[in-house]
């Protein structure tokens, strides 16, 4: 038997030999080459054929790049009237860990691309502006006997609107609905039927997807360029109103495409709104204001003879 005495210095070895192993493992770790440094890309190819990973994706401006996408058309021969989408890449970020909740808009485009019609649902339980519902178009008109209808999927619009007197009874429709839920920063509630109506049946609808990008269809490939310019501007407008001014424009990115082409990176400038700094504006004017007040003073102290 080996006593406990003797036993000692083995146990000592062993710990000695285990530190310096882990020792020898921390310094192979910290000579490790360090990694390759990646290799800046070229701006723009000489050949015709090259490596696409070799250079920088190039961007256009958003007329030439209208006008790529009818030529990609007419050489690939494919539907001249298929759809121009744009996908937004977006910048939710605010102050500290704040960010924009994903949101979804309705706007009226300035050049419609389809005869189709969204189905709009109108709840009042007044008889009077029932009939100006359908006479303008509303595909269903009710009071609260269609909240079963709808929490049992039996009945189904694109867009839900409503005139205040029934708001109250609608409640148990809220988490059903969600964002179509009827409310006045939507536009969706109000008295004037017609206009609601008018609205919510040609307007264009996009949401959010995957918490910062923005998928959606702006026109026809057939249509005059400043049409889909028009039309792709009125959308990029819209997004914006949902980022404070003072912060980094939520657009960072923006793609353009028709249905079989591959997509084309934009130019921002000439397409994001332009913020007027009106802070800026209000110091230029107190320093005018603080250059001419001596010019007056002396005037005065002439016209005085002080």
């Known amino acids: 038997m080996v006593s406990p ?8 070895a062993a710990k000695t030999a285990k530190k310096d192993a882990k020792r020898s493992r921390q310094e192979k770790v910290k000579e490790k080459p360090p990694p390759r440094r990646r290799l800046l890309l070229m701006s723009k190819p000489v050949d015709d054929v090259y490596l696409t990973w070799l250079y920088r994706r190039p961007c256009y401006q958003l007329e030439q790049a209208v006008g790529m996408l009818k030529r990609f058309q007419e050489l690939d021969f ?3 009237k298929q759809f121009v989408y744009i996908n937004v890449f977006l910048d939710m970020a605010l102050q500290k860990k704040k960010k924009v909740e994903p949101f979804s808009s309705s706007v009226t485009l300035p050049h419609r691309f389809t005869d189709e019609v969204n189905k709009v649902l109108v709840f009042t339980e007044n008889e009077q502006e029932a009939e100006a519902a359908r006479e303008h178009g509303a595909a269903i008109v009710g009071g609260v006997e269609l909240i079963k209808w709808i929490l049992e999927d039996e009945i189904q619009a694109d867009f839900y609107v409503a005139v205040p007197a029934i708001m109250p009874k609608l409640i148990p429709l809220r ?24 609205f919510f049946r040609e307007c264009h609808e996009y949401t959010v997807e995957d918490e910062s990008i923005i998928k959606t269809k702006i026109a026809r490939l057939d249509m005059p360029t400043e049409h889909i310019i028009a039309n792709l501007k009125t959308v990029i407008h819209d997004i914006c109103t949902f980022k404070p001014s003072n912060f980094d424009p939520i657009v960072r990115r923006l793609v353009i495409r028709s249905s079989t082409s591959e997509g084309l990176l934009l130019n921002l400038d000439g397409i994001l709104p332009q913020v007027e700094k009106v802070e800026e504006k209000e110091e230029e004017h107190a320093a005018d204001e603080d250059q001419q007040k001596p010019v007056q003073e002396s005037f005065e102290c002439l016209m005085c003879d002080c």
Request: aromatic fraction near 6%.
């Open 5 to 12: 005495a003797s036993a000692r210095p083995y146990a000592a």
């Open 78 to 80: 494919t539907h001249p």
């Open 175 to 198: 988490n059903k609905l969600r964002r179509k839920y009827p409310a006045t920063r939507r536009n969706s509630l109000g008295s004037d039927i017609p206009k609601m109506l008018q």
